[in-house]
């Protein structure tokens, strides 16, 4: 099973990324999707959740900033940050529960929000 994680970037405060996250090699179904990030020097954090009814969770920190969505068909989750800050810096990873056997994680892609 792979995870390929993409959308990451330079850019300024209030700006808008689109990470994505595709999944390959597995015949399970995925059941929750996430969204962790890690900050240089700090401790991985989860960002945000989706289940695969639909239902989602957001880290405090970027409630009504940050959207978590999926598409099944694809094996797909997208997390659409908005109104970034310079705290949101670091780097974002996926990872995805399935019906069977341990969760996978992607590599990460990194967001950087500096003027």
């Known amino acids: 099973v792979q995870l390929q994680a993409s959308g990451g970037g330079l850019v300024q405060p209030g700006g808008s990324l689109r990470l994505s996250c595709t999944a390959s090699g597995s015949i399970f179904s995925i059941t929750a999707m996430k969204w962790y990030r890690q900050a240089p020097g700090k401790q991985r954090e989860l960002v945000a959740t989706?289940?695969?009814?639909?239902?989602?969770n957001y880290a405090d920190s970027v409630k009504d900033r940050f959207t978590i969505s999926r598409d099944n068909a694809k094996d797909t989750v997208y997390l659409q940050l908005n109104n970034l800050k310079p705290e949101d810096t670091a780097d974002y990873y996926c990872n995805f529960a399935y019906s069977f056997g341990p969760s996978r994680w992607g590599q990460g892609t990194q967001v950087t929000v500096s003027s």
């Open positions: 989706i289940t695969s009814g639909g239902s989602t």
